[in-house]
């Protein structure tokens, strides 16, 4: 008797076999030959146990559609995936849609920034997920609220495309009871969840008060729910001093921050693991500078990251208007085709001004 037919003959509990059959065809999504290969059993007989159970088979359409996508859209694996689908979780609570597309799930946003494309690029690599797709589009500023008036004509909208058993574990509906369990559940995968809302919805901001460099890392959102269930993650989970504010009376929005100038939020800080460039700029010189005399050299430091951040912000701008007057079919790029572009065009304009080295270390330099 094989390894494999053993484990079948394991399963003698009806429902255990029948738990089995539902993970591995409808989650997992495995064909009938795939699980009868698994069990080390003919194909007939697991057919055949699909008809005990009364459970539905693919139909044609579905089974060839199916076996087209695979190798390039991969199942959701609860144990490899633990960490990925609280990253994604914290996405569509913050910039990110989730939608339905062509049997996959779709999570996209727009954006002007260089940066969070490379951040969508990491998530996507680091997971063994497709290629982050990158359209151009004009936007509509007379929608905007007031906070973003000066927003530009031209942005880009990101997406990522994932296989449907991925929609068990997006909870876009309930954020803050999301927060709450995993405050629960997985406490340590807090932090995680917290550092890809900062990347997301957030900034660290560097300061000079009282001729010292000082700042805070703060979560704007107009969600005040969910952002009082993070700050309850955050002071009673965590135990950091986390600091909510009420809405703006201007546009609604709502702060949660921490002051860099705390030892817990620094030491927080340090922990944090950004794959966001910006936010690792910033994270280096909030390390290197907080509570040091805000001499000349250090301030004009700060600001030269902050203009290379808008430098970079304004050529995909340009990108994404060169690239919407182009035919249809040519508009599209991969992510990283885009943030290829996009290096390469600020090395010939600003020849003489580095990157800042989350940037410059890219592997495509």
Not at 37 to 64: P, T, W, Y
Not at 143 to 167: H, N
Not at 229 to 253: F, G, M, N, V, Y
Not at 262 to 288: D, G, T, V, Y
Request: with cysteine; net charge positive; glycine share 2%.
């Amino acid at each position: 008797m094989t390894a494999r037919s053993k484990l079948f003959r394991q399963l003698s509990s009806r429902d255990e076999l029948r738990r089995k059959l539902i993970e591995l065809y409808y989650t997992r999504r495995l064909s009938q030959r795939e699980i009868a290969r698994i069990f080390g059993v003919c194909q007939s007989r697991i057919s055949q146990l699909f008809k005990e159970f009364s459970l539905v088979a693919r139909n044609m359409s579905d089974a060839v559609s199916l076996a087209r996508s695979k190798g390039k859209y991969r199942t959701f694996d609860p144990e490899r995936d633990a960490e990925l689908a609280v990253e994604l979780n914290a996405l569509i609570h913050t910039d990110f849609y989730k939608e339905r597309w062509r049997r996959k799930i779709r999570i996209r946003t727009s954006t002007t920034h260089l940066g969070m494309v490379i951040f969508l690029d990491k998530i996507a690599k680091s997971n063994d997920l497709p290629a982050v797709k990158c359209e151009p589009r004009f936007s509509d500023k007379a929608k905007r609220p007031s906070r973003f008036k000066k927003a530009s004509e031209y942005e880009w909208t990101i997406k990522l495309v994932i296989d449907e058993s991925f929609d068990e574990i997006l909870k876009d509906c309930d954020k803050g009871g999301y927060v709450e369990r995993l405050s629960r559940i997985r406490k340590e995968l807090l932090p995680l969840y917290f550092t890809r809302v900062v990347e997301c919805d957030g900034t660290i901001v560097l300061t000079t008060k009282r001729a010292k460099i000082t700042g805070k890392i703060a979560i704007y959102s107009k969600d005040f729910r969910h952002l009082l269930s993070i700050e309850r993650a955050l002071r009673k989970t965590l135990r950091l001093p986390a600091i909510l504010c009420s809405p703006d009376k201007r546009d609604r929005c709502a702060q949660l921050f921490m002051l860099l100038t705390n030892r817990k939020a620094m030491k927080f800080l340090e922990e944090m693991n950004f794959l966001h460039p910006e936010k690792i700029c910033m994270k280096e010189l909030a390390m290197e500078y907080v509570n040091e005399h805000a001499k000349p050299e250090i301030v004009e430091e700060i600001n030269n990251v902050s203009r290379t951040i808008l430098s970079l912000r304004d050529i995909t701008i340009q990108l994404a208007k060169e690239r919407l007057s182009l035919p249809r079919g040519m508009k599209v790029l991969q992510s990283r085709d885009l943030i290829k572009l996009a290096l390469q065009r600020y090395f010939k304009r600003y020849a003489s001004k580095p990157l800042p080295s989350p940037f410059s270390l890219f592997p495509f330099l």
